[in-house]
């Protein structure tokens, strides 16, 4: 190839790759399609209306790895690498009616940030001992979810629930094993895996054990949240403090 049509060519590929994929899929039809998929397969998570539950409020019109149709197009299809948020099996027209169905649920819709002082919400957050479960950029501690970005994972009412009432959901990794074996020792820890023959737990001063099932005497999961309930601790002013702090704790937003 002549160097100069390769060159046009690669600055063709390249100027390409620049330009911001558009939604072929935007009709009416398409979008009632998207809205049955997610229903289906996405409700679980954002919730029915797309307000949020375990998984981040859509409404908003704030997406944190990318706003354009190509990115929520290529974050609906791969899914976020460290989250919940799977990868799918849909085709590439699928996505795109799941795409113009986010849309739909998101126009007009704003990040407002909660009622409340996150200054205070951090000093109350410290104060009532969060910091000793929970880690939040590198600091505190690690029995309880890490923090890091909580507030671009779950809607401000799934926070407040959460610190309300923490044993109404609570995520597989955090279920807690009781041991016994048949010599007395006992154990306590989250259960990471389990099989025919052992127990995985993750202790909290002897890291990870593998425990084998032969030798129990007693083997009982709890799927209560460890977190105490707080809602006779807080009063209302200081419960929307710390919903505001923790609503600030969010993902650097990709740039568009």
């Known amino acids: 190839m002549r160097p100069i049509v390769a060159g046009l060519l690669l600055t063709a590929l390249a100027l390409g790759q ?8 935007t ?8 809205a049955r998929i997610f229903r289906s397969h996405c409700a679980d998570c954002h919730g029915l209306t797309g ?17 354009s149709d190509a990115e929520l197009h290529r974050t609906i ?33 704003t990040a407002k940030a909660p009622p409340g002082d996150p200054v205070r919400g951090t000093a109350l957050f410290n104060a009532k001992g969060c910091n000793g479960c929970h880690l ?26 959460s610190i309300l009432d923490p044993s109404e959901t609570v995520d597989r990794t955090y279920w807690t094993a009781e041991v016994t074996l048949e010599n007395g020792e006992a154990y306590k820890g989250f259960v990471m895996n389990e099989d025919t023959y052992y127990v995985q737990i993750l202790h909290p001063s002897r890291g990870l054990l593998s425990l084998p099932k ?7 999961v709890s799927k209560a949240s460890l977190m ?10 200081e419960l929307n403090d710390i919903v505001a702090y923790l609503w600030t704790l969010q993902r650097p937003r990709r740039a568009e």
Do not use: C
């Open 18 to 25: 620049t330009q911001p994929v558009k939604n072929p899929h």
């Open 27 to 34: 009709t009416a039809a398409d979008a009632a399609a998207g």
């Open 51 to 67: 307000k949020g539950g375990k998984g981040p409020d859509l409404t908003t019109g704030v997406f944190f790895h990318g706003g």
């Open 77 to 109: 299809t791969d899914g976020i690498e460290g989250t919940a948020m799977p990868g799918q099996f849909f085709s590439a027209d699928q996505v795109w009616q799941i795409v113009t169905h986010v849309r739909a649920l998101s126009r007009g819709g």
């Open 136 to 161: 939040i950029r590198g600091n505190g501690g690690v029995q309880g979810p890490d923090l890091s970005f909580i507030g671009s994972q779950r809607p401000a009412t799934q926070l407040r629930q």
């Open 214 to 220: 032969r030798n129990f005497r007693k083997f009982e």
């Open 228 to 237: 105490p309930s707080y809602k006779d601790k807080l009063n209302d002013a």
